[in-house]
T-cell receptor
């Protein structure tokens, strides 16, 4: 079945450093979403990417969807302590039948 | 506050008990979802309801029984659970579930379930 993997599993950065998490799917995706979950909280939608090679920016966050629509990345520039949390990618397969979350990347930001 | 509420927030139940989780959304959405989040596995989509019709059941054991009486309410009925079913159960909603484009999902705060 469809599998979605994320690396790294954990990332510790100093405040002000950049951070990137990568998401890889075993199958081609029709779209991919990114969510953020703060400790003790629930997932909050960040963005959805649909087109091959698509790049979207939200302030310090840059999201990219791979040309083959099997991978994606989230890059945070100059991290802040408010960026702490777990970042999940989630993808819908090309048949529109399976929606699978990755295991997440847990980000810690040291002040 | 996302517009999706869940009750109870915490639940402890024995393996022989029957309980229900409730979810309500105030966003006018047509699709609602149940997810399971445990420490050892990624978020797992359990059930999808689109316009009150169940469209997805991802091989969930029959001890979990969903019910969607209208597009604003979703229940998860639990009976004879196992300790490994202990997890955070999250409800979510989105505008609808369509092929190729799921849309933004709004999650509730979750019910922390412990099965003893």
């Amino acid at each position: 079945g469809q599998q979605v993997m994320q690396i790294p599993q954990y990332q510790h950065v100093q405040e002000g450093e950049d951070f990137t998490t990568y998401c890889n799917s075993s199958t081609t995706l029709s779209n991919i979403q990114w969510y953020k979950q703060r400790p003790g909280g629930h997932p909050v939608f960040l963005i959805q990417l649909v087109k091959s090679g698509e790049v979207k920016k939200q302030k310090r966050l840059t999201f990219q969807f791979g040309e083959a629509k099997k991978n994606s990345s989230l890059h945070i520039t100059a991290t802040q302590t408010t960026d702490v949390g777990t970042y999940f990618c989630a993808g819908m397969d090309n048949y529109g039948q399976n929606f699978v979350f990755g295991p997440g990347t847990r980000l810690s930001v040291l002040p | 506050e996302t517009g999706v509420t869940q009750t109870p927030r915490h639940l402890v139940m024995g393996m022989t008990n029957k309980k229900s989780l409730k979810c309500e959304q105030h966003l006018g959405h047509n699709a609602m979802y149940w997810y399971k989040q445990s420490a050892k596995k990624p978020l797992e989509l359990m059930f999808v309801y689109n316009f009150k019709e169940q469209t997805e059941n991802n091989s969930v054991p029959s001890r979990f029984s969903p019910e969607c009486p209208n597009s604003s309410h979703l229940f998860l009925h639990l009976h004879t659970l196992q300790p490994e079913d202990s997890a955070l159960y999250l409800c979510a909603s989105s505008q609808d579930w369509t092929w190729g484009s799921l849309g933004e999902q709004y999650f509730g705060p979750g019910t922390r379930l412990t099965v003893t």
